[in-house]
């Protein structure tokens, strides 16, 4: 098992523990442009809580990047470096508060583990992981993408969610 990895600035250092008379090591080299971005909020290991994570697009934007063959992102997330997503747990707060009452969305279903190293799980709202992708959503990462239309209420109808 490898031990966990955190980013120092320039530099990636493995840390390990072993207990009984306690071994400690630490292994350093310097940071490659191919390694993923430090965690935003302090040293953080690499982080896997989800199989599918979901994007919520504006549905002519995700029409270009069909068209492109890449999802490079949204305003917000151009802006920010990043693309936000989020877990099934976190989708429908996501949308009421970011997207509450927009029509023409679609929700985008990605396999995370075909993501790799780009996908970092990021303290956000109230401290939560959300899921973020550094780089450029590849279309053979999704799994399926489907209309988010309003119900009555106003608020967003989801279809079922993987876990």
Request: with cysteine.
């Amino acid at each position: 098992m490898v031990p966990p990895r955190f980013k120092l600035q320039n530099l990636i250092a493995y840390v390990g523990i072993k207990t009984t008379f306690v071994h400690i090591f630490v292994c350093i080299r310097p940071a490659r442009v191919s390694d993923p971005p430090p965690a935003r909020y302090g040293l953080r290991p690499e982080v896997h809580l989800a199989n599918t994570i979901y994007k919520i697009c504006d549905a002519p934007l995700w029409r270009e990047a069909e068209a492109a063959g890449e999802f490079a992102g949204a305003a917000v997330d151009l802006a920010d470096g990043y693309i936000h997503l989020s877990t099934a747990g976190q989708v429908a707060e996501t949308a009421a508060r970011h997207f509450a009452g927009i029509a023409d969305l679609v929700l985008i279903a990605v396999d995370a583990s075909a993501l790799g190293a780009a996908l970092r799980y990021e303290p956000s709202r109230g401290g939560a992981m959300f899921p973020h992708l550094y780089g450029k959503l590849p279309l053979p990462a999704v799994r399926w993408v489907k209309p988010l239309p309003l119900g009555p209420d106003d608020r967003h109808v989801f279809p079922e969610l993987a876990p």
